[in-house]
């Protein structure tokens, strides 16, 4: 079993639409949690960091369930420019390492 | 103003030779990383340094050697490359081991 887990997808869903994803993760230890967006053939770009609490950030929230072990995002009024795989990213600790998971493709249509 | 930058971009090679890549930034960060993103997608911490020193060493083969002259500089040098070493490679920087970290541009490794 990995460690991250995401569904591939892809999502392909229209303009406006709202789409979820969802992670899980097995290392109970694991210290922070982050959504990174990687577009066709560029490096990996932080989207947002995740908390218990949820947080907001424009049309993307996303929440953390410790006790679970699982990790949303959501995406409200997609637009074309969402078109990207999102990642769902894991740092256990020891020296600030980073577990992703393979990433959720999603495709975004007029 | 490249934030954190890699070259080659693209590396066309034959099995068996050795070869280097280069990573630089300029964000004043102290921790630099090196990530292995093969084929299907899945990305893999290699080697990260902090200051110059070794942090994390993964189960990377010993023909992978990380090389820090100094803080702003992470080169990764391969020897005897295998077919199965294709792939992007890309750098990482962050403020310390805590930090967000932020990702160079990537450099696609293709052992023929």
């Known amino acids: 079993r990995k460690e991250v887990e995401q569904d591939p997808g892809p999502f392909n869903v229209p303009e406006g639409a709202t789409v979820a994803f969802n992670c899980t993760y097995s290392n109970s230890a694991s210290q922070s949690f982050f959504w990174y967006r990687q577009d066709c053939r560029k490096e990996p770009k932080l989207l947002m960091s995740?908390?218990?609490s949820g947080n907001e950030d424009g049309r993307f929230t996303a929440q953390l369930n410790r006790a679970s072990q699982y990790i949303s995002l959501l995406i409200r009024d997609s637009k074309l420019s969402d078109s990207a795989t999102y990642l769902c990213v894991v740092n256990r600790g020891g020296g600030n390492k980073l577990v992703f998971g393979a990433g959720t493709i999603l495709r975004v249509k007029s | 103003d490249t934030a954190v930058s890699q070259t080659p971009k693209y590396l066309v090679t034959q099995m068996g030779n050795d070869k280097s890549i280069k990573c630089e930034q300029n964000l004043g960060h102290d921790t630099m990383y090196w990530y292995k993103q093969d084929s299907k997608k899945f990305l893999k911490i290699m080697f990260s340094y902090n200051n110059k020193e070794l942090i994390i060493n993964e189960t990377v083969p010993n023909r992978f050697s990380p090389k820090s002259p100094d803080k702003a500089h992470l080169n990764l040098h391969i020897n005897s490359l295998e077919l199965g070493d294709s792939a992007v490679y890309f750098c990482a920087s962050s403020r310390d081991l805590t930090d967000t970290q932020y990702f160079g541009p990537g450099t696609r490794l293709t052992v023929l």
């Open positions: 995740v908390y218990s």
